[in-house]
T-cell receptor, first 115, second 108 residues
């Protein structure tokens, strides 16, 4: 596999459930990101990891909990979500932990619906 | 604060009708201006990076240009397969900040 792979592609969960989103990159990058994309709104940066260390947390509610066990894998653990959390969640990776000069490579996203 | 504003929000063109999309951005601390294409239900796909005013890059029917305050994505003789949302992103030392995108529809 190449690029950035996200699973699952679609997820429906109740407000009391706990679930996790997974992201894996096969590009040798050392920075990974979670973005939230809601309809008609800009992509919102949620978390940034450089060399497995979290460097940004843009005031994200604690019901979202990221985990980066190594530079190739990134998880987003979800619990007690609200219906307004329904969105497309995108994972991205880049080289050297900077927007670069190289930009980001995105996965296809997980479409999350909270019922 | 990093800001990116894209216009128009939506654009409908006839096949072959050329046009331009606009992206204005916060100038301070810029480390690259990025254009992405996003198809429904998919992640953004990288198109171009521009670093300095006057720079231009081309790919098939698309050409991106950069001035000191704006970037333009010119679409020449578009085809229906060019229909997508085009995202502009502003790179800084900390992150990549995106605009809301322009939803382009090219009618046959």
């Amino acid at each position: 596999e190449t690029g950035v792979t996200q699973t699952p592609r679609h997820l429906v969960m109740g407000m009391t459930n706990k679930k996790s989103l997974k992201c894996e990159q096969h590009l040798g990058h050392n920075a990974m990101y979670w973005y939230k994309q809601s309809a008609k709104k800009p992509l919102e940066l949620m978390f940034v990891y450089n060399f497995k260390e979290q460097t940004e947390n843009n005031s994200v509610p604690s019901r979202f909990s990221p985990e980066c066990p190594n530079s190739s894998h990134l998880f987003l653990h979800l619990h007690t979500l609200q219906p307004e959390d329904s969105a497309l969640y995108l994972c991205a990776s880049s080289q050297e932990g900077a927007t670069g000069y190289y930009g980001y490579t995105f996965g296809s996203g997980t479409r999350l619906t909270v019922v | 604060e990093d800001q990116v504003t894209q216009s128009p929000e939506a654009l409908r063109l006839q096949e072959g009708e050329s046009s331009s999309l606009n992206c204005s951005y916060t100038v301070s601390g810029l480390r690259g201006l990025f254009w992405y294409r996003q198809d429904p239900g998919k992640g953004p796909e990288f198109l171009f990076t521009l670093y300095s005013a006057g720079e231009e890059k081309e790919k098939e029917r698309l050409k991106a240009t950069l001035t000191k305050k704006e970037s333009f994505l010119h679409i020449t003789a578009p085809k229906p397969e060019d229909s997508a949302t085009y995202l502009c992103g502003r790179g800084s030392a900390r992150q990549l900040t995106f605009g809301s995108g322009t939803q382009l529809t090219v009618l046959p």
